[in-house]
């Protein structure tokens, strides 16, 4: 069992930065593909990007490309979303999610059923 637990959501001026972790607890985090979703008031939990089990591949969905960056540190069993250029409507509750699927392919990772183990959100909120 893995438990992910999301930390680093708040306030932010348009424009600004946030830089959200996701602590996990387990062995085999490193072995996990880990995902990035939101999920903003009345819309559909929306797949922002993946990266693989070793950090040496990462995807992007349009909406957040050259605005969000993931990474992960296996020795401390968390990865992270930094986010620039923050806009008003990337307000939402922010989830990470792990997947022990290998398979590092855009209808994978995209995919939300594909993630067994899900933190409990972070809201994080961008004022205009």
């Known amino acids: 069992q893995v438990q992910l637990v999301e930390s680093g959501g708040g306030l932010v001026q348009a424009g600004g930065s946030l830089r959200l972790s996701c602590a996990a607890s387990g062995r085999t985090f490193s072995s996990y593909t880990m995902g990035w979703f939101r999920q903003a008031p009345g819309k559909e939990r929306e797949f922002l990007g993946a990266?693989?089990?070793?950090?040496?591949?990462?995807n992007y969905a349009d909406s957040v490309k050259g605005r969000f960056t993931i990474s992960r540190d296996n020795a401390k069993n968390t990865v992270y979303l930094q986010m620039n250029s923050l806009q008003p409507e990337d307000t939402a509750v922010y989830y990470c999610?792990?997947?022990?699927?290998?398979?590092?392919?855009?209808?994978?990772?995209?995919?939300?059923?594909?993630?067994?183990?899900w933190g409990q959100g972070t809201q994080v909120t961008v004022s205009s």
């Open positions: 990266i693989n089990w070793s950090g040496g591949s990462t």
């Open positions: 999610a792990g997947s022990t699927n290998p398979v590092f392919l855009l209808y994978v990772i995209t995919n939300r059923a594909s993630y067994a183990y």
